[in-house]
């Protein structure tokens, strides 16, 4: 399995989501994470889908496939060093003795304390997948009592947007 | 339109959303619609009453889908079809669907509820936009009138385009009915969309080298051939190399059936020329198809020598199925003239050894049409006898399953868009509506349906929209009695269980009596001599539609096949009985 992540520049209108969440399933194809927002042009979004594949060809058929929709301007897969960030909001319950403790760990891993009650903290992480991962592991043991994860967001590094780029993954001229 | 008020501000003439988008029709060259009115898209229907546009009223939205397919086809042009809301959308699913996978090009009006209503559950309310992303190349809901005029620039540019394909327009009843400056866009812009037309040169230059290197080629030609209009480049390319050509089913007509390199259709119910072709060929340069799994069988098995080439329009057809050594994205009738340049005066291979030995399959191997034992009409007899009656300038339009393929390797079409038929969707009850939308399309075509008892009783309401426009169009009942296809699976695959296939036909409906009712003439042959009398009668009618209905035997199946799920190699020219490969001949 590899997993590639597809920054998608997409028309910013109503149901072009769900023409590509609609599209990659309904083709068989399985979405590990997806992202959508806004970008610096209004009237452009942008996606980052995170899928994991074996076999190279699908990810060739989901660029094709997602290349046909009208309202997708282009497809770029990010290179493996891309800064790929997601966020982790987790409510961890705590007492006046392990308060501290869980403070710590979230230190350590810069996150914030964004909530605070008498018998709870809620955190706030964003990092790259193992980063979250360990850090839900290490504070699991205080009780986790509810969390969300956001999908993952992606850049390439340096300083060129997508929009420069010539040759986007799978071109629309390939072959 | 003269006469309307203008806006005081632009100086553009103000009209209805209705009004615009029937302008905008006119605009684009529309001059005739399929469709049925209901309350949503009654704002359309008003102003239609005074338009030019010609408007066939058909009695169920699916045939109305059909018949602008048909004109399609049969003309070159984008066929447009009209519902209302709610069950008249979703009746139009099938066609969309149909012209989808068969690449038709297509636009579909819809009317949908009030736009402040839409999403509330309202009387005949259903998201047409939604259900029809997955079987359209891009949709449009309309809530704004100024919108309208460049949903329709857009909608006929896309689906005229690139790989033709249907497009929906779903414009919300106040949109219809609200006033607004009409402003016709003076260019289209879609940042997304933009089809790759001219073939690489580096690949086109390999796919050359390959060709020129070919022992033993064959070209499967596809309808991309017939869309990218072709035909020219494609017998030039021909003359040129003396590459062997298949057609697939939609490709029927694209090349001349007479011509000694042709070797017939491939596939599941291919010839076995073609498919012992494909299966031996060191080089398959396959234009404007898609290896659907009813050409290649077993995909690991398939043409297991050659080296591929693949130009189509569409880049996510390469390497979906079967992988493509030369990949080509471009445009069929620029891939076969650019490979016909780049191999003039380039040193090709004899290939006289392999037209020899294909020729050997195709003498050996004529497609089966015994006649049946019992004096029953063969279908096979049947369906040649109407191609040698109406001829290679008829347009020929079938339903789907046994008499399909028959139609396919029998009647003599020998020019491109004069084979109508539903070939990635298989729909049943296709022929009779988009033999009427061809006819209307090509009125001075002889237009000949040849259909099966099980399609002909689910679309057959439109002989009376035929009846009543004059559009009249001669449709051939092959009835069997029986669900043809599926009975022959029954009979191969399932110990001839024949569950729920028998339609009983023979007795009801009676097919000339209910012509009759629906304004047609009915006729009926039970024998050969009759058949010949039917068909002339047939021919001589030119001022009514006329249904001509053939009792034919049951137990005749469609040969050569390839079982679902198996090799090419596996083909069959009658029930266990391999074909005599001959190969010590190559």
Redesign the interface.
């Known amino acids: 399995m590899r997993t590639h992540t597809l920054s998608v520049l997409v028309s910013n209108k109503s149901g072009v989501l769900a023409r590509v969440v609609g599209l990659i399933s309904r083709r068989g194809f399985n979405i590990d994470s997806l992202s959508v927002g806004t970008t610096e042009h209004p009237d452009v979004s942008r996606m980052t889908i995170v899928m994991a594949v074996e076999d190279e060809r699908v990810i060739e058929q989901v660029v094709k496939q997602l290349n046909k929709l009208i309202e997708v301007y282009k497809i770029v897969e990010l290179e493996a060093n891309a800064v790929n960030h997601e966020m982790l909001l987790v409510k961890v319950s705590c007492t006046d003795s392990t308060r501290s403790a869980v403070i710590d760990i979230t230190n350590l891993f810069r996150g914030h304390i964004v909530d605070v009650s008498p018998d709870s903290v809620t955190i706030e992480v964003t990092g790259g997948r193992q980063k979250i991962d360990s850090f839900s592991a290490m504070v699991s043991s205080y009780g986790i009592i509810e969390m969300v994860q956001s999908g993952q967001v992606a850049l390439g590094r340096g300083s060129r947007s997508i929009n420069e780029k010539k040759r986007p993954a799978l071109a629309k001229h390939k072959g | 339109m003269a006469g309307e008020p203008r806006s005081r501000e632009t100086g553009a003439t103000e009209l209805t959303g209705a009004q615009a988008l029937l302008k905008s029709l006119e605009k684009l060259g529309v001059d005739t619609v399929f469709g049925l009115p209901g309350g949503a898209i009654l704002p359309l229907y008003d102003p239609l009453f005074d338009s030019d546009i010609r408007h066939i009223l058909v009695r169920h939205e699916q045939a109305a889908g059909h018949a602008a397919e048909g004109y399609a086809v049969a003309t070159g042009r984008v066929g447009v079809c009209i519902a209302t809301s709610g069950p008249g959308a979703t009746n139009l699913v099938t066609p969309i669907g149909d012209a989808y996978m068969d690449s038709v090009p297509l636009i579909a009006i819809t009317g949908q509820v009030k736009s402040t209503a839409i999403g509330t559950d309202a009387f005949q309310e259903a998201d047409i ?2 259900i029809t ?2 079987i359209t ?2 949709n449009f ?1 309309i809530t704004h009138a100024e919108d309208i005029p460049a949903a329709l620039a857009e909608a006929h540019h ?1 689906a005229r385009t690139g790989r033709p394909g249907p497009v929906l327009v779903d414009v919300a009843g106040d949109a219809l009915r609200q006033v607004v400056p009409f402003v016709w866009p003076e260019k289209i812009t ?5 089809p ?1 037309v001219s073939p ?1 040169a580096k ?1 086109m230059s390999s796919a050359a080298r390959v060709l020129a290197a070919a022992e033993r080629p064959v070209l499967i030609a596809g309808g991309g051939i017939i869309r990218a209009r072709a035909a020219k480049e494609l017998k030039a390319f021909v003359e040129a190399t003396g590459v062997p050509v298949a057609t697939t089913l939609t490709a029927k007509g694209v090349f001349p059936s007479t011509d000694p390199l042709y070797l017939g259709m491939p596939g599941m119910h291919g010839t076995v020329a073609a498919v012992g072709a494909i299966q031996r060929a060191d080089v398959v340069l396959a234009v404007g198809m898609r290896f659907d799994d009813r050409v290649t069988g077993e995909l690991s098995t398939f043409a297991p020598h050659a080296t591929v080439i693949h130009a189509d329009i ?3 057809e ?3 199925n079967i992988n ?1 050594d030369v ?3 471009g445009d069929a009738r620029k891939v076969l003239a650019g490979l016909i340049d780049r191999l003039e005066g380039k040193k090709l291979q004899d290939l006289s050894s392999w037209h020899e030995y294909l020729q050997g399959l195709k003498d050996r191997y004529q497609v089966a049409k015994e006649r049946s034992a019992d004096g029953t009409l063969s279908p096979q007899w049947v369906i040649e006898r109407i191609g040698e009656k109406f001829g290679p300038d008829a347009i020929y339009a079938t339903g789907v399953g046994q008499h399909q393929m028959w139609a396919a390797h029998l009647l003599p079409v020998d020019q491109p868009n004069h084979f109508l038929t539903s070939g990635g969707a298989g729909t049943m009850g296709y022929c009779v509506p988009a033999a009427m939308g061809a006819k209307v399309g090509a009125p001075d075509k002889v237009v000949v349906g040849v259909d099966g008892d099980g399609c002909f009783q689910m679309t057959n309401q439109e002989l009376v929209t035929c009846a009543l426009n004059h559009i009249p169009v001669k449709i051939a009942v092959i009835n069997n009695s029986a669900l043809g296809m599926v009975r022959q699976w029954q009979s191969l695959f399932y110990n001839e269980r024949y569950s729920h296939t028998d339609l009983n036909s023979d007795q009801l409906p009676d097919i000339p009596k209910l012509a009759e009712a629906m304004g047609a003439v009915g006729l009926r042959a039970t024998t050969e001599t009759e058949v010949d009398e039917v068909l002339a009668r047939a021919a001589e009618i030119n001022d009514a539609p006329v249904v001509m209905e053939f009792v034919c035997e049951k137990d005749a199946m469609v040969w050569p096949m390839v079982a679902a799920g198996t090799s090419n190699d596996d083909i069959k020219i009658a029930r266990d009985m391999a074909p005599n490969w001959g190969e010590d001949e190559l």
């Open positions: 936009r939604g992303t997955p190349k891009h809901l896309i879609l940042p997304g969309y933009k790759t690489h690949q569409d880049p996510a390469i390497s979906k493509a990949p080509i994205v």
